[in-house]
């Protein structure tokens, strides 16, 4: 969707979204927030957050904190990406 879009920094993914596909946000070296407003997220593919800023944050709805956490668990991110409520 936004591969490889340079200029990006901030992201909100809206509340009827249930997947999120391969490399999604593959290469957006800039982007630091991802703002998930929706509770119906129910796969992320593979590599879908790889090459994202390394002290980017992903804040989830608190009621979804744990599973989104394992659905975002290993999709390509560095290992200091935070999950947030």
């Not at 490889?4 to 999120?20: A, D, E, F, Q, R």
């Not at 997220?41 to 608190?62: D, E, L, Q, R, S």
Request: charged share 35%.
């Amino acid at each position: 969707a936004l591969k490889k879009y340079k200029k990006l920094t901030k992201v909100t993914i809206g509340s009827n979204v249930t997947k999120i596909g391969s490399r999604a946000f593959y290469g957006d070296k800039k982007l630091k927030s991802i703002v998930v407003k929706g509770k119906k997220i129910t796969k992320t593919y593979k590599a879908a957050f790889k090459g994202i800023n390394k002290t980017a944050k992903i804040k989830v709805p608190k009621s979804k904190l744990k599973k989104y956490s394992k659905i975002f668990k290993n999709k390509g991110q560095a290992k200091t990406v935070r999950i947030i409520k």
